[in-house]
């Protein structure tokens, strides 16, 4: 990890990661990283109108929980 942060910078060098089957689309296919970013954070997150399937945000927030993130 140390040579990730030397060669490219601190900011591709991270602590933790977290693999989960899907990632929050809208219905038109764009990945919502925001809605990521927040429950990420341990922030409330509302449902966005457009997403395609409510459930994936449950299953990254029980992934991130079993992580150590804080459950918001």
Same mark, same amino acid.
């Given at each position: 990890?140390?040579?990730? =942060?030397?060669?490219? *910078?601190?900011?591709?060098?991270?602590?933790?990661? *977290?693999?989960?089957? =899907?990632?929050?689309?809208? =219905?038109?296919?764009?990945?919502? =990283? *925001?809605?990521?970013?927040?429950i990420a954070e341990g922030a409330e997150? $509302?449902?966005?109108?457009?997403?395609?399937?409510? *459930?994936?945000?449950?299953?990254?927030?029980?992934?991130?929980?079993?992580? $150590?993130?804080?459950?918001?």
């Open positions: 990890m140390e040579k990730v =942060r030397q060669s490219i *910078g601190p900011v591709a060098a991270f602590k933790t990661s *977290g693999v989960v089957k =899907r990632l929050p689309k809208t =219905r038109s296919g764009k990945i919502l =990283r *925001g809605t990521m970013k927040t997150c $509302g449902v966005p109108a457009t997403l395609d399937d409510p *459930g994936i945000l449950d299953e990254i927030t029980e992934t991130l929980t079993g992580l $150590g993130t804080p459950k918001p």
